[in-house]
């Protein structure tokens, strides 16, 4: 993205809300910025379940997105579970992208709505399958084993500026353009228990220990009661 600058001014916190801003300075050129979840290790993570509340004004060339990136750097893959395109400027299309390695295949589903307004995205990382959602109903999911990474991935959030075939901005927005961010969780896939290992057959000698045990103990729990029994009614 060399038509995009990040810089750290562009991103803050705001009435509880993370807002990334994207916008010209002072010598007319497009600065934006992004943040990550690389040094917080409850997100950096194989496989999960990554739900945010999102939205982001119009502009035309400026594009957002909320996505998983690989902890190693090393790129492909990538999983793009809330894209927005800087060539939709009305926000009225969102895409979700897996970008396969090493190839960069891609699969991509598509929403429309008016994505100026909040809505609730995620996408569900599991082994066999990834599963992108819109206010909790599903938009798209992936199957082909190929396409699935199987490494650890942080997310992040981030803006940028669309740019043409040479690199140079090609946005036209004439005003600021911000990204919202007003909830964002984490969950763990929830792993099934290991299959229970039948108990190998009792011998004849150690069946025969268990039920002396047994009887021992009824035994013992009847001079008990009849104990109590006897001292209650002297």
């Not at 993370?18 to 010209?24: D, H, N, W």
């Not at 007003?182 to 792993?191: E, I, R, S």
Request: proline letters at 7%; hydrophobic letters at 40%.
């Amino acid at each position: 993205c060399t038509a995009t600058t990040w810089k750290t001014s562009e991103v803050a916190v705001k009435d509880g809300r993370l807002v990334i801003t994207a916008q010209r300075d002072k010598q007319g050129q497009w600065i934006t910025g992004g943040v990550s979840a690389a040094g917080w290790p409850q997100a950096v993570r194989t496989y999960g379940k990554y739900v945010a509340r999102v939205r982001v004004d119009k502009g035309q060339g400026v594009s957002a997105v909320a996505l998983l990136w690989p902890q190693s750097n090393k790129w492909p893959p990538e999983i793009d579970y809330y894209e927005l395109s800087g060539a939709d400027g009305d926000r009225g299309q969102e895409t979700a992208t897996t970008h396969r390695a090493p190839d960069d295949a891609k699969q991509q589903s598509v929403y429309q709505g008016d994505l100026t307004q909040w809505h609730t995205v995620s996408v569900e990382w599991l082994p066999t399958s990834i599963t992108y959602f819109v206010d909790n109903k599903v938009i798209g999911k992936v199957t082909n084993p190929t396409f699935i990474p199987h490494q650890p991935m942080w997310p992040a959030f981030q803006m940028q500026i669309q740019q043409d075939n040479a690199g140079n901005a090609v946005a036209t927005a004439t005003a600021a353009a911000h990204m919202y961010v007003d909830a964002f969780y984490v969950y763990a896939p929830v792993t099934a228990p290991p299959p229970s290992t039948p108990a190998a057959p009792a011998s004849p000698g150690s069946s025969l220990w268990i039920a002396i045990v047994l009887v021992v103990i009824v035994l013992l729990v009847g001079l008990v009661i009849f104990a109590r029994a006897r001292r209650r009614f002297r």
